[in-house]
């Protein structure tokens, strides 16, 4: 009866083990793979635009059609700092991808003018890594499928922006005055005595 009980026991392990390579989702998503898992933490200034460059290759043996697009995850209590989708362009949006073929996109940021200081698009500066996707909140998003056919695959990256104060306007020229002080100075001492010796001249003639 123990070893009848035993055998029992054994063809129930293997049967809820085969049965669990059944049930676990086969990822489609490696069929187009991408260079990282998240664009998160981009810096800028209010008014300027962020690009950052994104590759996908082809692992699957059939021509994919695909596309991009953004997606911003409501969450309650949340505040307009989280969707950024608005700000978000990537370039191109449709593509086709073959096996082998990589393929490069450019996400653009166009940060608002009025965008205060602080982090866009996610509520910590971790969200980009493992374990913290309840912090994530917007996201950009490649779909495929095999050419011709309706069942897409993808994946989300999330996304976030980190605006900076914006910057002194007259810090250009305060830059170039500083690394070109002594340039300028002998500028002003020649242009000061060539004004003295015109007088100077004028006065004797």
């Not at 989702?25 to 260079?35: E, F, G, H, R, Y």
């Not at 500083?178 to 005595?193: A, D, R």
Request: charged share 20%; glycine share 8%.
């Amino acid at each position: 009866m123990t070893k009848n009980l035993k055998m029992y026991c054994k063809n129930i392990v293997l049967f809820a083990l085969l049965l669990g390579l059944l049930l676990i989702p086969i990822s489609t998503a490696l069929a187009t793979s991408v260079d990282r898992t998240s664009v998160c933490n981009l810096e800028g200034f209010p008014g300027k635009t962020i690009e950052q460059e994104i590759t996908l290759e082809g692992t699957s043996p059939e021509e994919r059609s695909g596309f991009w697009y953004t997606h911003y995850k409501e969450v309650e209590g949340n505040d307009g700092k989280m969707d950024i989708t608005g700000w978000i362009t990537i370039e191109p949006k449709d593509y086709t991808i073959k096996q082998g073929e990589i393929k490069s996109f450019t996400v653009k940021v166009k940060i608002p003018k009025d965008a205060g200081q602080g982090l866009w698009g996610a509520t910590s500066e971790e969200a980009g890594k493992e374990g913290h996707s309840g912090e994530r909140r917007t996201y950009i998003v490649f779909k495929d499928a095999i050419t011709g056919g309706n069942v897409y695959s993808g994946l989300l990256l999330p996304i976030s922006v980190k605006v900076l104060k914006s910057p002194n306007p007259l810090a250009p020229v305060i830059n170039f005055v500083k690394q070109n002080i002594i340039i300028i100075l002998l500028s002003i001492i020649i242009i000061v005595m060539a004004v003295f010796f015109l007088k100077r001249r004028k006065r004797v003639n």
